[in-house]
């Protein structure tokens, strides 16, 4: 049956809106507004597909078994990987993938509303927890790349000379140097906060800005303000409105981001295209899946390593 009905974007707006309106956070005022804007703007992306072809189409005439829809991140859409790989898997397969770009934590709303047939995220916190909820029945580790911090080349927290991940937020947070954060509780949100909760701080103040958008966005204000961001290794290597940013602090354990693949389950929803999606899945783990990812570059550079090797 089809997922994403009228009702579906409904309950999923709702849904977000609410948790929204439960979050108690620094800036709370304008993360409601531009978190359930983000949902607003899911919702309507999930409308289109079911206006043009998605799966929440209704009536043999227009239905179209040969397609999934995905959720997920807007960093590995916004890289350009999946108009890598997508072509790909369909001339194999003759199944297309409809993506639907999403933060994280939205691309687990929507598959726990019954809306995605499958999610490739990086939230190992939150895809333990979609198992262990009974949503998910298998997950696949799929690529990694790493977070890096950027800011501006003046440096004015001394973020160059952090021995660690954790001391360069530190240094950050003492200098009260502007901080741009996506606050949009996507997964290199997610992974900023697990960070701020190793330095031991809550941030907060004027230096500290939440802005509830997506990578590209939030990188374009950290240029626009001279403000250091936390940005995953794809997204900026893709980004080119730098302007004075540069790469202030890499290569940290505590940096690494692992994406992986997770099917729904077929239980809990079973309308769902099962099948096709676990051939999205399974293909991706595959040698050819794995050398697709290993064969994707930005300038010169490989944004992903594959989780095995082709």
Known sequence: MASWSGRGIAVSCRRVFKETLNY???????RII???????????????????????????????????????????????????????FREETGI????????????????????????????????????????????????????????PESDPAGV?????????????AVAEAAFASRGDDSGTHRAERRLWEEVGITPSGRWYRELGSGMGSTLNTAAGMDAYVLSDRASWLSFRNRQALRILFQDDDALLNPYASLR???????????????????????????AAIADFVIDGEQPFVPATKP
């Open 96 to 151: 297309d993938v409809r993506v639907v770009a999403v933060g994280t934590g939205q691309a687990f709303a929507m598959a726990r509303a019954g809306d995605a047939d499958v999610l490739l995220v990086h939230d190992r916190d939150g895809e333990e927890r979609f198992l262990a909820e009974g949503y998910g029945s298998d997950r696949r580790d799929i690529m990694h790349n790493d977070f890096i911090i950027l800011g």
């Open 160 to 172: 160059r000379e952090a021995e660690s991940a954790i001391d360069a937020l530190q240094r950050i």
């Open 34 to 88: 531009q978190r359930f804007l983000n949902a607003v703007r899911a919702a309507a992306v999930a409308g289109l597909l079911v206006l043009f072809g998605g799966p929440g189409m209704i009536g043999p005439a227009i239905a179209d078994a040969s397609h999934i829809t995905l959720a997920s991140t807007t960093s590995i859409e916004q890289s350009g990987l999946f108009r890598h790989l997508v072509p790909m």
């Open 264 to 290: 729904i389950d077929r239980d809990r929803h079973p309308h769902l295209k099962h099948e096709l999606a676990a051939r999205w899945h399974d293909w991706l783990i595959s040698g050819a899946g794995q």
């Open 24 to 30: 108690s956070h620094a800036n709370a005022g304008v």
